[in-house]
């Protein structure tokens, strides 16, 4: 399937697939058309704003899955440099392209430390706000952090913030920032089905989750979460690593876990979220299998999962970046995201 940044061909393609109207195309994000499956008709937008885990390479991966494998339309949007358009992921406020999120049927977020303009910010907290389906992934627990336009009615989502306490991610996924529970860097994770949750739709064909960065710690989640996976903070970096024999093991602390979260007039919505997903963790089949099933869970489509689970085998070549700050790949463009 071709991704198209630019140009009136993908256009004729929405309207023709059905979606509820063309998204408009620029080189400054990308578009996977939509296609027959679960997702036909339906869009997903996602936002790719971290300096340090990838996103920037990690969400088109994870975007043309769910074009491709199960017909979704997927609009990619990337944190930039205002003045060339290459990707760049210490900018912490400008991602063009957040008005699209207005028509999305599923909001999927890889944000850190932003502090966005607050007609950007706008489009994205009406979708939270209106209750619509959300994903954040890793650094959203942590996506926003207003240090200058302290006046802004959206100052308050920061991290740290009081009223509500936590902010976004506190608040809206069910935990804010506390610190690294794996020693960062040279401990991994297993992902752990929780027992009572076990047969929970979304873990269908979900046995075997590694990623090579750590758990990070989880105080207190909201009654309401379900947790579908903790993290065994491992003995080493790679597969093999033995979960240690340690009390960061007793008890796991979550990684992965839904919301059904408490809106006016009776409604929930709902959300997963899941503390791993550098771009080197979505090398684990089953942890692209449990963001695909908890995606269409997100969109009340759990019905649809199949037993084994949703298709989540890689797409061309995954060479993933490692994590880190500064190693980000310079010089690219949203149209070569697309090509990894």
């Known amino acids: ?14 309207l023709l697939l059905g979606c509820a109207s063309p998204t408009p195309l620029d080189s400054r994000w990308l578009v996977f ?8 008709g339906m869009r997903v937008v996602f936002v790719a704003g971290d300096e340090e885990y990838r996103s920037e390479e990690a969400l088109p991966m994870l ?3 769910m074009s491709e494998h199960h017909g979704f339309e997927c609009v990619v949007l990337f944190s930039q440099d205002p003045e060339t358009g290459e990707i760049d ?10 008005h699209l999120i207005e028509d999305a ?28 389906p959300l994903v954040g992934i890793r650094t959203t627990t942590h996506a926003f952090n207003y240090n200058e336009n302290l006046e802004s009615p959206f100052a308050k989502w920061s991290w740290r913030s009081q009223e509500p306490k936590g902010g976004f991610g506190q608040e809206i996924l069910g935990e804010t920032w506390v610190a690294h ?8 994770t297993r992902g752990v089905p929780r027992e009572a949750n076990a047969n929970h739709p979304t873990l269908r064909g979900v046995e075997d989750v590694f990623g090579p960065t750590d758990v990070y710690a989880i105080r207190d989640l909201p009654k309401d979460a379900i947790v579908l996976l903790d993290g065994a903070v491992l003995g080493g970096m790679s597969p093999d690593s033995p979960i240690l024999d340690d009390p960061k093991n007793n008890p796991m602390h979550p990684v992965a ?3 059904l979260r408490p809106l006016p007039g009776g409604r929930a919505q709902r959300i997963f979220a899941t503390t791993m997903g550098a771009a080197t963790d979505w090398s684990s089949e089953d942890l692209r299998r449990l963001f695909l099933n908890a995606s269409l869970w997100a969109l009340g489509k759990e019905a649809e999962i199949p037993e084994g689970g949703l298709r989540a085998t890689m797409i061309g070549s995954w060479n993933p970046t490692p994590f880190g700050f500064g190693n980000f790949q310079r010089g690219l463009r949203p149209r070569d995201a697309s090509e990894r």
């Open 181 to 188: 529970h794996g020693n960062h860097g040279h401990e991994a």
């Open 63 to 65: 975007a043309r899955l």
């Open 1 to 14: 399937m071709e991704v198209k940044s630019i140009g009136l061909f993908g256009t004729l393609v929405s």
């Open 257 to 259: 876990w839904l919301r």
């Open 89 to 98: 992921p210490d900018n912490s406020s400008n991602i063009p392209g957040l």
């Open 33 to 40: 058309p939509g296609g027959k499956g679960p997702g036909a």
């Open 105 to 132: 049927d599923l909001l999927v977020l890889q944000l850190r430390f932003r502090e966005l303009p607050d007609a950007d910010m706008a489009h994205l907290m009406k979708h939270v706000e209106k209750g619509k």
